[in-house]
């Protein structure tokens, strides 16, 4: 404890090292520190303050595993995550999901923050299990062509499998993104392997199979019948659901996003499929999708409790705290007994009252 220079201890340095251990101790439902947050934000004065005064470990883990280098290439703020950088965080720690700040970089679009990592060191293929997407593979599925150019530059493996067999292509095809695909085969991907073709036949995505045909794909393709695409699809939800039960939440996703589509060529429109892919963008933390996709099961199976529960859900993430109150109230009316549904109507009547603006999102 600090002392004053006759040896005794003050009272303003007790209050002010009260103050400091207290601030370590806050954290947000997340368990996200003001340091996370202003990472997050861009605040590299607030970062400095945290570290070299208040003496914050400069890889201080929220729950979820994740730096303050990863709020900060989340947030897309390049001299942000040159800090803690220079006062030796890692760039390559891995968060629970096995994804690294390059990763979410990759995701969002961030060229310069995914040049800078990439120049540190870390590897452009970088990935902590063969069931995790490399950089490129998420560029792919979120359409981010830029970043792909500097990935590929970088010589990033454009066949790449993951354990599952999803590769960049099959992503690139599967989300409709022409101009990742052009990209992957200037690149020399692989313009067989997995059927990529096939998928964009089902999806009628006629660009891309105009694109695939014209660059050497096998135009071969079987027809599948009724029974055989059943079958694909029940196969696929176990894939999704063992996928989930791992904590592989993007390749869960992908393989829900493939039974939908075949759902619905045979014409069997799941909810259940809906809500699944709700719940793993939910655990990805993109509440925008996953509210999209529960509105979705909601519209298939109205009278289905867990479709509210699931809106409710993406509502809290992303904080519309009067919506997810009126989500959770609209699925108590249909199963009152619902305990979960309780508490979660609970916690977003708490958070309704603590909101500064009611719940809704501030307009600016």
Sequence with gaps: MARSSGGSVSVSDVVNELKEAKIKEIK??????????GAFHGRTEICRYFVEDLGFEVDFLT????????????GGHLATARYPVSQGASSVVPDKDGLTPLHYAAKDGQRKLVKYLLSLGVSVDIRFSHACFTPLMIAAQFGRASV???????????????????????????????????LLIKAGTDLNMKCP???????????IIKCLLESGADPNVRNENKEIMEKNLADLKVKGADSFKKKEYWAAAFFYCEAIEIASMIGSDDAALFSNRSLRFLRLGIGEWALMEAVVAQSLRPEWPKAYY??????MLL????????????????????????????????CLRKSPFGGRKRVI
């Design 148 to 182: 792909m150019e500097v990935l590929l530059g970088h010589h990033a493996n454009v066949n790449g499998t993951t354990s599952n067999d999803i590769t960049p292509l099959l992503l690139s095809v599967c989300s409709s993104h022409l101009e990742c695909t052009k």
């Design 310 to 315: 699931r809106i409710g859900a993406a509502c």
């Design 197 to 207: 073709l096939s998928k964009a036949i089902q999806r009628n995505f006629i660009a």
């Design 63 to 74: 729950a979820e595993g994740q730096t303050p280098l990863f709020h900060a290439a989340m």
């Design 28 to 37: 947000d439902a997340q368990g996200y520190t003001a340091f996370h947050l």
């Design 319 to 350: 904080k519309e705290y009067e919506k997810a109150c009126q989500a959770f109230t609209d699925g108590l009316r249909l199963d009152p007994t619902n305990r979960e549904m309780k508490e979660a109507h609970r916690e977003a009547v708490d």
